[in-house]
């Protein structure tokens, strides 16, 4: 075998390993798509759930606070001020809620829409936060359904009941309602408490449409 052969070969070699090397990364590519798309279908039928909750959530918070608002529109007498505060309390928290329960299925949208995996991520994280967050709000309203029937004919005439048994309860409302306000935080998710008290498809649905785009960083690491 002569040198012009020689070469001849080693230039088909080189073809052959450069059409295989271009074929491997039209497979990854194509692998790496198809991983994408199965991921991100799967995140959004979790997240199109979650909206569907959260429309759920807003429309009966709506009625809810409507029902409230009519009974403080007729209650607006003294002898049911503790009445008329405890409701107007709760309409408040309750209305907070909506709203941001409301950016959040807007949000989901904009998740659904994204092209970018570190935008969804980023999003996902915000949704993950505000969520936490919607919930210390609605925990500050607890010591309020303590206190709606109370009345000042009622601690005129059986002060002691009022004293020793409803204000202690409300008061143990109140701390309770202070002390997940002051811990429900994102740094104490894996702490027993939070997942028991976070156990629903309103969070789970979040973590696990996280999952599911993280698993696309890590397709794309070991690939």
Sequence with gaps: MDDVQLKEL???YERQIEASRILNMQSWVLNMKCFEELQKQKAGARLNRLITIKTVAVVLGIIWVLLLGFLVVHSLVLSKIFFV??????????????????KHIVLIR?????ESIVETQERLATLQLSTINVTRILFLQAPFYCTWFISPEWLRNDWQSVVFITLPIALLFTLASLWLFRNIRYENKDKRWFKILF????????LKAQ???NDIEEFRREA
Aim: without cysteine.
């Design 10 to 12: 080693w230039n088909s």
């Design 85 to 102: 505060i405890s409701l107007s309390m709760i309409m408040l928290f309750t209305t907070i809620a909506i709203v941001i329960y409301i």
């Design 199 to 206: 156990n629903s498809p309103e969070w789970t649905y979040v």
């Design 110 to 114: 904009q998740i659904n829409n994204s």
């Design 211 to 213: 999952e599911f785009i």
